[in-house]
Structure formats: C-alpha cells, structure tokens
C-alpha cells in the first residue's frame, strides 16, 4: 500500500477565523470575541517587530559622549552631561535606520512635570514617563523654570526608553593620532584581541560597534595601552539581548 504522507497544518490566523464564522452566520457574541482575538494578535506581532527593530538599533548606538559642564563655582559641583542635541544627533540616523520614531508628551499634575517619552514603530508603541518640580535654581523666571525641567525630563525619558548609556570620552578606550587609533603605540596582541572580542560580544554588540566608537580600522589595532580600560569598560555594560 501507498504510504500515507502527513500534511503539515498552518494554524489559521485570528483573521481568517473572523471570517470562516461570518460565512458560517457566527453570532455577534462569537464575532466580537474574535475581533478582539484578532486585535491582540495584530499587537502581538507589532511587538515581535519593534523588539526586534528596538534590540538592532541599541546594538549599533554607542555610548553618548557628554558634551556639556555644569559648574557652581570655584571648589563647588561641577558636573558633565549631554545635552538633547548630543543625543539626537548620535541616535536619531540610526532610529530612522530602522523605522524607530520618538516623540514628547508633556503634562502637569500636582505641581510636577511630567515628561512622556512614546517611541513608536509601525502600529505599536511603549512609553517612558517621569515627574519633577519645576527647576526654579538661579535666577530662572516662571517659564524657565519650567522649560529646564521639561528638556531634562526630556533627556532621561529618552534614555530610559532606548537603554542609552553616556561616557565623558572615548580617551579612555583609544587615541586617534595617527589615524588608525593607536597612537603609534604598540597594538593588541591575539590573546588580548580574542578576549576584548568575547566580551563584546557577551554584551550582545559587535566588533564594528566597538571599532566605530573607538574609531579604529580593526579590533587588534587597538593600542595595547588601552586595553585594561577597553576591556572594563565593555564588561560594564548592560547586556543587549539578541
């Protein structure tokens, strides 16, 4: 006897179920359960896409150079961050690489700003919001006050959403007097490429990530001097899934 061969089954969508039950005379009751089957499926999927686009984006985004100093004076706080252009300018090519868009919502509840962060792909979208006082410090007037704390709400909800990390220079990681990265300086050596190697890619980024952020033509070209502080500065990072 012939062998029987076994077919294989695609499940049917949500959709296709909608519409065997209206051909079928479902009742109203059946055609919205399945409505609503059908939107939790089109967001499911819309999900998958964005963690997809979202875990590509991050693994190609380096670390954002601060490029600002805040100081209050001779022997008081000073600190360095970036500033909403900074990051723009470093995220916003690669977002748009791969269909990522952002925007702002801001409100005020209680006395406290509340800044939104939506970012968005296709039909799906997650928020990032935080609270904050108007930053009333200085002599800012009312609208100030506010328009401080609404681009520094801005910043962090940004990078909360995108998982960003901010360094104040890549000197630490390489030198770039020469043109190649190493200073004229002796390069790594196999061992110590192959391990600079392993934990990028523990932290699921890559090699032409690291090479691109420090800029060097390859890994090995990395001046050997640098290694240690390479080495510590990508085992610190947050592991990016892929």
Same mark, same amino acid.
């Given at each position: 006897?012939?062998?029987?061969?076994?077919?294989?089954?695609?499940?049917?969508? /949500?959709?296709?179920?909608?519409?065997?039950?209206?051909?079928?005379?479902?009742?109203? =009751?059946?055609?919205?359960?399945?409505?609503?089957?059908?939107?939790?499926?089109?967001?499911?999927?819309?999900?998958? *896409?964005?963690?997809?686009?979202?875990?590509?984006?991050?693994?190609?985004? /380096?670390?954002?150079?601060?490029?600002?100093? *805040?100081?209050?004076?001779?022997?008081?706080? !000073?600190?360095?961050?970036?500033?909403?252009? &900074?990051?723009?300018?470093?995220?916003? /090519?690669?977002?748009?690489?791969?269909?990522?868009?952002?925007?702002?919502?801001?409100?005020?509840?209680?006395?406290?700003?509340?800044?939104?962060?939506?970012?968005?792909?296709?039909?799906?979208?997650?928020?990032?919001?935080?609270?904050?006082? !108007?930053?009333?410090?200085?002599?800012?007037? /009312?609208?100030?006050?506010?328009?401080?704390?609404?681009?520094?709400?801005?910043?962090?909800?940004?990078?909360?959403?995108?998982?960003?990390?901010?360094?104040? =220079?890549?000197?630490?990681?390489?030198?770039?007097?020469?043109?190649?990265?190493?200073?004229?300086?002796?390069?790594?050596? =196999? &061992?110590?490429?192959?391990?600079?190697?392993?934990?990028?890619?523990?932290?699921? $980024?890559?090699?032409?990530?690291?090479?691109?952020?420090? $800029?060097?033509?390859?890994?090995? =070209?990395?001046?050997?001097?640098?290694?240690?502080?390479?080495?510590?500065?990508?085992?610190?990072? &947050?592991?990016? !899934?892929?």
């Amino acid at each position: 006897m012939p062998a029987i061969g076994l077919q294989q089954v695609t499940p049917a969508t /949500p959709m296709e179920m909608l519409s065997r039950a209206m051909m079928s005379g479902a009742t109203p =009751d059946v055609l919205e359960k399945l409505l609503a089957l059908q939107e939790r499926w089109e967001n499911n999927q819309a999900r998958k *896409v964005y963690d997809e686009a979202i875990s590509a984006a991050r693994a190609e985004i /380096p670390p954002i150079k601060k490029n600002k100093t *805040v100081s209050y004076g001779a022997g008081k706080t !000073a600190y360095h961050h970036e500033d909403l252009a &900074e990051i723009e300018r470093t995220i916003l /090519p690669i977002l748009s690489k791969h269909g990522i868009s952002y925007r702002f919502k801001t409100t005020v509840t209680d006395k406290q700003i509340v800044v939104t962060c939506i970012l968005s792909k296709g039909g799906y979208r997650e928020e990032n919001s935080l609270p904050a006082p !108007a930053d009333t410090s200085g002599s800012k007037n /009312p609208i100030q006050a506010i328009g401080s704390t609404v681009t520094y709400l801005q910043r962090y909800t940004l990078k909360a959403a995108l998982g960003l990390s901010a360094t104040d =220079d890549d000197d630490a990681v390489s030198v770039n007097t020469n043109g190649n990265g190493n200073g004229g300086s002796r390069t790594l050596s =196999d &061992e110590q490429t192959d391990e600079l190697f392993m934990a990028i890619d523990d932290s699921g $980024r890559t090699e032409e990530w690291f090479c691109k952020f420090a $800029r060097i033509k390859e890994l090995k =070209d990395l001046a050997s001097e640098r290694f240690d502080a390479a080495l510590a500065y990508v085992k610190k990072l &947050e592991r990016i !899934a892929q």
